[in-house]
C-alpha cells in the first residue's frame, strides 16, 4: 500500500488543521492505521491509531481529548483532526499502515507515507 499525506502548514497557537492520508490499493480496510510525529532532534512518537472498521481508537496522552483520528474506508482515507494546537505539536506527521488490526508502536507499521509539517506558532 502506498500513502500520500497531506493537509500541514502554518497555524496559531489554539487553531485546528486536519491531516488526511490517501491510500492506494483495494484493501485498505485490512490494515491498520496510525500517525506519527517527529520534532526536531527528537525521536519519532506515536500519536493516534485506528483500527480497520474504525470503530477501536487509541490516542498519545499528550493529544488525548485534543486530537481525533477516523477513516473513510469507502475513500482508502485516514484523517487526523488537530484542535487546540499547541506549539509542542509542531513536528512532521506521517501516516502509516499496518496490516494488523490496529498497532500504536513504529517498529510495528510496514508502510509510510511521505510526511507533511506542522507548525504551531505562540
Known amino acids: 500500500v502506498q500513502l500520500q499525506a497531506s493537509g500541514g502548514g502554518l497555524v496559531q497557537a489554539g487553531g485546528s488543521l486536519r491531516l488526511s492520508c490517501a491510500a492506494s490499493?483495494?484493501?485498505?480496510?485490512?490494515?491498520?492505521m496510525g500517525w506519527f510525529r517527529q520534532a526536531p532532534g527528537k525521536e519519532r512518537e506515536f500519536v493516534a491509531a485506528?483500527?480497520?472498521?474504525?470503530?477501536?481508537?487509541f490516542y498519545a496522552d499528550s493529544v488525548k481529548g485534543r486530537f481525533t483520528i477516523s477513516r473513510d474506508n469507502a475513500k482508502n482515507t485516514v484523517y487526523l483532526q488537530m484542535n487546540s494546537l499547541k506549539p509542542e505539536d509542531t513536528a512532521v506527521y506521517y501516516c502509516?499502515?499496518?496490516?494488523?488490526?490496529?498497532?500504536?508502536?513504529?517498529?510495528?507499521?510496514?508502510?509510510w507515507g511521505q510526511g507533511t509539517l506542522v507548525t504551531v506558532s505562540s
Open positions: 485506528i483500527s480497520w472498521s474504525g470503530t477501536s481508537t
Open positions: 502509516a499502515a499496518t496490516p494488523a488490526i490496529v498497532k500504536v508502536t513504529a517498529s510495528e507499521y510496514g508502510y
Open positions: 490499493g483495494r484493501t485498505f480496510s485490512r490494515y491498520g
